[in-house]
T-cell receptor, first 109, second 110 residues
Framework: GQSLEQPSEVTAVEGAIVQINCTYQ??????LSWYQQHDGGAPTFLSY????GLEETGRFSSFLSRSDSYGYLLLQELQMKDSASYFC??????????FGKGTSLLVTP | DGGITQSPKYLFRKEGQNVTLSCEQN?????MYWYRQDPGQGLRLIYY???????QKGDIAEGYSVSREKKESFPLTVTSAQKNPTAFYLC?????????FGQGTRLTVV
């Protein structure tokens, strides 16, 4: 089976930097991805890491350490519109895509 | 415009009735997924399909059934055997590392 752990809530100030961690256990691993979901909306893809290291996409970066079964999403220059839920997801064997329980990010003025 | 279409957005059913949620995609993706989302529970995988006429159970398949007769369509049936069917249901398709989601169907069983 697969399990993913991430913090349930994070609060940060506008303009700050925040890191959302994700640890996973899986029987087969191809990559770690991150999704953003605003209340009542559809999740949208942010990033994907298949290899160790940092991937940067604008204000968002994602990191993976396969040996530690760990990754994180880094959000810089936080804006109010970044308030949302963030999910890490593991691509496993057989095309399965399993998500964590999500981290609710609140950005305050 | 290409995308994932789920219908209806809101659905009400009486307890004991089966109900089918629609999911259609015109992205030409092979893989499709159904998730259930409850508050604080994240997205839990119900069923997924890699290709037409093939599908696999996810973590919470009990009380649900699916079919994949066409590449574009992956309907989900919530049966009367599902003990707590009231939830937000999300359908997705996937190309490579990226999944694309529909806007969801909020099912309420009374």
């Amino acid at each position: 089976g697969q399990s993913l752990e991430q913090p349930s809530e994070v609060t940060a100030v506008e303009g700050a930097i925040v890191q959302i961690n994700c640890t996973y256990q899986t029987s087969g691993f191809y990559g770690l991805s991150w999704y953003q979901q605003h209340d009542g909306g559809a999740p949208t893809f942010l990033s994907y890491n298949a290899l160790d290291g940092l991937e940067e996409t604008g204000r968002f970066s994602s990191f993976l350490s396969r040996s530690d079964s760990y990754g994180y999403l880094l959000l810089q220059e936080l804006q109010m519109k970044d308030s949302a839920s963030y999910f890490c997801a593991v691509s496993g064997s057989g095309y399965a895509l399993n998500f964590g329980k999500g981290t609710s990010l609140l950005v305050t003025p | 415009d290409g995308g994932i279409t789920q219908s209806p957005k809101y659905l009400f059913r009486k307890e004991g009735q089966n109900v089918t949620l629609s999911c259609e995609q015109n992205l030409n993706h092979d893989a499709m997924y159904w998730y259930r989302q409850d508050p604080g529970q994240g997205l839990r995988l119900i069923y997924y399909s890699q290709i037409v006429n093939d599908f696999q159970k996810g973590d919470i398949a009990e009380g649900y059934s699916v079919s994949r007769e066409k590449k574009e369509s992956f309907p989900l049936t919530v049966t009367s055997a599902q003990k707590n069917p009231t939830a937000f249901y999300l359908c997705a398709s996937r190309l490579g590392s990226e999944a694309f989601f529909g806007q969801g169907t909020r099912l309420t069983v009374v």
